[in-house]
């Protein structure tokens, strides 16, 4: 995050003013709405719920570590990191491990979904609450396995590098020091860089968005071959199958490119930047970030707020809230996969 001598700081305070901190406000706000929501509602005992509460609990620490740590430093000049030690490790560590994890609860979600649709008599088995949360703690101690290592070897240290003095009739090259949080071994961090670039791109972005496509076309796909073949069954049920059937497709096309426009940037420029010399300017660094950061927000959106289901669970949560009872629970699950499978015509 290290602004260049071509960089005009107080640009780049105005654009994460402008731009920075309304996704943050706003995500924030959603992420703990959908928490309430999903915690609390008449779904809180399912599958369901369980996903989109790790979803939105991830997308807040996103929202709350890398995200606040870039307003920080942009708008008041301040890198929370390099503070000490122990929030170097931390900020460093979430700083990977919390977009990665986003982007592969996604996938869970997309997952669960599939299996809605595509296997409705053995939804009830296959994707339970319990099962669904070991599956979140398992993927989150590979993803955590794989980031380990910034947690080590990151630390606070004196760094330094040379800037010329054109002031000087000499020319003179002085050296600059300044607190750094980063691997101090240069020759290690090189390569290790190298192989951690590799592998975010892959799991942070590539493997996620493959999976999530494939996952929604065929979804759609089996959902176009239930209207086909429920032609002849009544008028009514066939118009309620087209209405959701156009409902989910225009959802996970705006959640595949979302999901594309989001993390494709980034993940491109940190894999060149690490391999070659190429650095944008500080704004175009802030912008792509912003991006990533701006996922987190759009999930809530994405899944949660045009749910009539969601808005529902969230009058109801906020309600009990207010009088400090419990929710009951009176049907088994909102998810919208729940809803197409219970209409789809096996032929």
């Known amino acids: 995050m290290d602004t260049t001598s071509e960089d005009d700081p107080v640009l780049l305070r105005h654009l994460n003013i402008i731009l920075l901190t309304p996704v943050i406000i706003f995500g924030l706000t959603g992420n703990i709405l959908s928490i309430l929501a999903w915690s609390r509602g008449f779904h809180r005992d399912t599958s369901t719920a369980a996903l989109l509460t790790a979803l939105a609990i991830i997308d807040t620490i ?8 870039r307003w920080f430093h942009r708008v008041i000049y301040f890198l929370i990191r390099t503070d000490n030690n122990v929030t170097c ?13 986003s982007s592969w609860i996604i996938v869970l979600v997309t997952a669960e979904r599939f299996i809605s ?15 669904v949360i070991c599956l979140i703690l398992v993927m989150s101690v590979i993803i955590g396995s794989m980031y380990m290592p910034v947690m080590v070897h990151v630390t606070v240290f004196q760094n330094t590098h040379d800037t010329l003095d054109i002031a000087s009739t000499k020319n003179e090259t ?27 791109m892959a799991f942070l972005f590539m493997a996620p968005f493959v999976l999530i496509v494939l996952g929604n076309v065929l979804i759609i796909y089996k959902i176009c071959q239930s209207r086909r073949s429920g032609v002849l069954h009544a008028e009514r049920d066939v118009e309620c199958r087209s209405q959701v059937a156009n409902t989910f497709t ?31 300017p500080g704004y175009a660094d802030d912008i792509i970030h ?19 289901g969601f808005r ?13 009872k419990k929710p009951r629970l009176d049907r088994l699950d909102s998810n919208m996969s729940e809803v197409l499978a219970s209409r789809i015509v096996h032929t």
């Not at 490790?89 to 994890?101: D, G, H």
């Not at 959640?255 to 060149?272: E, G």
């Open 250 to 280: 225009i959802r996970a096309i705006a959640l595949s490119i979302t999901f594309l426009i989001c993390l494709l940037p980034v993940t491109t420029y940190q894999l060149v930047n690490t391999n070659t010399d190429v650095t944008l």
């Open 312 to 324: 529902k669970d969230l009058r109801t949560a906020l309600s009990n809230l207010c009088r400090i």
């Open 174 to 200: 002085s050296i600059v020091y300044f607190t750094d949080c980063d691997i101090s071994d240069q020759r290690y961090r090189e390569d290790y860089l190298r192989v951690l670039m590799w592998l975010d």
């Open 117 to 131: 649709i595509w296997f409705p008599m053995r939804v009830g088995y296959l994707s339970t609450r319990k099962k």
């Open 89 to 101: 490790k931390i900020w460093a560590f979430l700083s990977y491990f919390a977009p990665t994890s």
């Open 62 to 69: 996103v929202l709350t570590v890398p995200a606040t740590e």
């Open 290 to 308: 912003i991006l990533l950061y701006g996922n987190s927000t759009c999930n809530f959106i994405l899944y949660c707020a045009i749910g009539s």
